[in-house]
């Protein structure tokens, strides 16, 4: 073991060499077995110092560096790629942190500083002195991603992936694709309607023969990782054959006895067992609903398409990495929240769009005409006591649009607003001016005083204290009052649990890093795109399905992914399987294999992120974390404590 | 608790508001006001008022009485909500809630209303002097009794009930306990406001403004005293003759000023005239002209032969005492000064 070691001692400008004497520490080092030059410098990072080191190690043939300077977390990968650079491989750098850990922590004490600073550099020698060179561990991944959700976001990312050449399996628990969109009207600011987005997005899925719509299909089952994800699909019939004679149809619809409500209107309306949407729905042949079905009968005395023949269908898919596109929930209130449940005159948001929508010319409501509307904000969003703590982003927006085309849709309509202060940024400012200038009223209270809703003979009265007219207490008497709810994640989100997504403080799903690596979660291979990450509008929400369709074709494209190859190894004469290791290891990369007669944990690498729960766990020291040996480990903290 | 009415965002159009719906509440136009107060701040919680349609709140109010219209707030709101004339327009409406005969209502709502009752009042003279068949000392006299008389009937049936309304709606209902005192020691301030027109120094913009408006009430009440009690088209003192003179020139001279203003619509408060306002700067106008050249045709002796002016003097005259004066825009000479008083005897 001869090896020649570069020593690098960072003055930070002087956030370090303030209080730690670096001309000191260079001394103490210098003499150290292997060090074959040890130097000082103003800033390790900069241009001049980096191509320095690149010089030293080629000419001198160094066999590793220790940098000692700030952080790794701020550097590590810099001074990698002075490694590569000069050829020496990576994994001979070690770094040493006397700044956070040394000048920064300890400004009070020069001399004990500069003594740790010591220690650490020795630590570091120590340890790259024991330090091998590492390639990339080479798997391969599957040229094939799943996209679960046909919504806008699934949709618009099957495309692009599609495009790309990337074969894509869209899966759909609905029958109907466009998922929330589909039941919107028209919308801000393009004025289309939600049914043409969906028109425009399925037209061009099913024009690309790369892509696999499945509908009425949930995912039971997950298993393999990064590059190979088995995924096994239950396919649910429509019990319909794919033509089906229009005025038929609409006589088997007729004739069906079973009524249940219509969660496409959000129960507003009820329909039959046997349905479809809206006429424009796609794909563009009806379903009978076989959870609600009584089988009596009716519907195939008529329609020749019914076909109670169909199986439900399970297929099994293989992908190398799986794009999240699940959506949201609406926010449902509590019994009396705001007066819900209490009056049949109080809606949500979602049922005054779809409301607005199936109106033509008066706005009617349970034999009501509608006029005077009033809409309380923030319901299920914002809450500082509650579990929605976050903004919903759309509300707002969607709100005052849907009043103004109530407004200009319905004769004789005022709009009442109870907010907690409006939030249409971007564009969607116009709107709210429009709205201004059209003469709705806005009125506002902090959350601690919000609107009051009595309902008394059939009377609703909502009442503020307006912080806007100095706190007046104000009321309205409104024929029909809107909750404007918020996005909450879906109920059934029991997907998250098969490939163990985590989810934020808000139960939506997360990512790794809210700004730089927003669409990529824990789980390799999985990427989350729309509002199931979050409240998001169209906008934000198709920014994110292409930036997710980008990031998943990326684990696929090359066939093969090189992983980080600092991962746990089992010593398999050493391992008797007791489990504890599995247990203990969060990205579930450890499984039980018999090996002979041996029952033994078996790491798998592509899994494995090298984070080392699993070693203080394992009672009989079988587990090693490459680079972080116990030879390794133990070679520092001897250096730590000969000083 | 209040009630929202949204019909009231409309009935101010009529007077003029433009678009203050769309204002967002920043609050902007109450702090550039140099006028606006912690204690009087304005012209926003106005806005938001008219907004929600409190009636009885503006009622009540005597904020658009403390703003002189300089015009930075619309300058600077973000929305363009005009907070300027939507004060401008509340004081047209008040004018019109405190006159208990609703023709101020009327005659600022309508144009056909106020052209109907200016030829209807045009008439009339002409169909006076017909009856007395063009006797021109005989129109003159009456003309001088009909100053007199006007003068005393329009102030105690028409100004004094609406002063005694603005009272009840500003003190009186919202229940307000003024001591006796207050309303004695008040006057100095009606008087100050009521000549001064003080209050306007306060404004950020040029005095240029003020001054003008001073010379013109000055002017305006000069020549209601020569002509009236000092009966300067038959007197024979060269001093009231003189002073007939000065005070004429003066209303149309700076009359000239404030319509050109109105074309030129540079200043905030010049840009948006209502036909109120047109009509009392040209009548105005018109009057301090048609006396003074009435006054020179008497002293060249040529008004025998030249009826026709002092017809003409005589309609505006009439126009002016019977339309403009007690319904029109002349009355906030009155308001504003008790506006002031009010204030004072509130806060004393």
Known sequence: ?643 | MASINTGFSKELTKFGAFDFNACYNCGTCTAVCSLSTGEDSFPREMIRYSVLGLEDDIKASLKPWLCYYCGECTTHCPQEADPGELMMSLRRWLTSVYDWTGLSGLLYRSLTASIIAMTLTALAVIAYAVVTNFDLEKIMHTGHIFEMVVIGTVFTVILLPNLLRMWNFIILKPGIKVPFKNYVTGLRDLVVHMFTQKRTLGCDDSQVRWFEHLILVFGYLGLLFTTVFLNWFSSESTFVIVLGYVVSIIIFTVTVIFVSERIRKRREMSKKSQPSDWMFVVWLFMMGLSAFAVRLFIDLGILQNNIWLYLAHMIILVQWALVIVPFGKWTHFLYRSFAMYFDAIKKN
């Open chain 1, 1 to 643: 073991m001869n090896k020649k070691l570069g020593v690098y001692i960072c003055h930070c400008g002087g956030n370090i060499s303030d209080y730690i004497d670096v001309e000191k520490v260079k001394a103490a080092v210098a003499g150290e077995d292997g060090v074959y030059l040890a130097k000082t410098t103003m800033f390790a990072c900069s241009d001049a110092t980096q191509k320095e080191m690149v010089e030293d190690i080629r000419s001198n043939n160094l066999d590793g560096i220790v940098v000692a300077s700030c952080s790794p977390k701020l550097h590590l990968l810099t001074f990698r790629a002075v490694s590569e650079r000069a050829l020496l491989n990576k994994y001979n750098y070690v770094h040493a942190n006397i700044r956070e850990q040394g000048s920064w922590a300890h400004s009070d004490d020069k001399a004990g500083a500069t003594e740790k600073a010591v220690s650490l550099v020795k630590a570091a020698i120590a340890k790259v002195r024991l330090a091998r060179s590492l390639d990339p561990i080479i798997i391969p991944s599957k040229k094939a991603v799943a996209i679960i959700g046909a919504g806008v976001a699934g949709m618009r990312a099957a495309i692009e992936l599609a495009d790309m050449g990337c074969p894509v399996t869209l899966v759909e628990r609905e029958y109907f694709v466009g998922g929330r969109v589909a039941q919107w009207d028209v919308m801000f600011t393009t004025n289309q309607t939600g049914k043409e987005l969906v028109t425009r997005l399925y037209n061009e899925v099913i024009a690309r023969d790369n892509i696999t719509l499945l509908t009425g299909a949930e995912v039971v089952a997950n298993s393999g990782s990064i590059g190979d994800f088995t995924l096994k699909i239950k396919v649910t019939p429509r019990y319909m054959k794919e033509k089906c004679d229009q005025n038929n149809l609409l006589k088997a619809i007729e004739a069906c006895p079973v009524v249940v409500p219509d969660d496409f209107n959000f129960n507003i309306t009820s329909r039959k067992a046997i349905y479809h949407n809206f006429p424009g729905e796609f794909p563009q042949y009806p379903v009978i609903d076989i959870k609600n079905c009584t089988r009596c009968g009716e519907c195939e005395k008529i329609c020749s398409s019914v076909d109670f023949s169909q199986q439900e269908q399970t297929v099994e898919v293989h992908v190398g990495s799986v794009v999240m596109a699940t959506g949201f929930d609406p926010y449902t209130p509590a019994e009396g929240e705001f007066g819900y449940k209490l009056s049949d005159f109080v809606v949500t948001l979602p049922q005054f769009k779809r409301l607005t929508d199936i109106n033509k010319d008066n706005l009617v409501y349970n034999g009501r005409e509608i006029r005077n509307i009033a809409y309380i904000y923030c319901v299920g969003s914002r809450q500082s006591e509650g579990d929605n703590k976050y903004c919903s982003r759309y509300c707002c927006t969607s709100a005052i649009h849907a009043s103004l085309e109530a407004r200009n849709k319905f004769r004789n309509v005022n709009n009442f607003h109870f907010t907690r202060g409006i939030r249409t940024y971007g564009k969607q400012e116009l709107l709210y001016a429009e709205s201004l200038r059209k003469g709705d009223v806005y009125l506002q209270a902090y959350e601690e005083n919000p609107p009051l809703v009595e309902v008394k003979d059939g009377q609703i009265t909502v009442t503020i204290n307006d912080i806007m007219t100095g706190g007046r207490e104000i009321s309205v008497i409104p024929d029909l009052l809107v909750l404007v709810t918020g996005m909450v994640p879906r109920a059934d989100n029991s997907i998250a649990s098969k490939f163990k997504l985590p989810k934020g403080r808000d139960s939506f799903f997360n990512e790794i890093h809210m700004k730089l690596r927003p669409v990529e979660t824990v789980i390799d291979g999985v990427t989350i795109s729309g509002a199931c990450q979050g409240p998001k509008n169209i906008t934000e929400s198709v920014n994110s399905a292409l930036s997710a369709a980008a990031k998943s074709y990326s684990f696929v494209n090359k066939g093969e992914l090189a992983l980080e190859p600092i991962i746990a190894g089992i010593d398999k004469d050493l391992c008797t399987w007791c489990g504890e290791c599995e247990k203990a290891c969060p990205f579930d990369a450890i499984k039980k294999e018999k090996q002979g007669e041996k029952e033994i944990a078996v790491i798998n690498n592509s899994v494995c992120k090298g984070c080392g729960m699993c070693l203080p766990v394992c009672p009989v020291n079988a587990i090693n974390l490459i680079a972080f040996s116990d030879r390794e480990i133990e070679s520092m903290i001897d250096a730590l404590v000969s000083v």
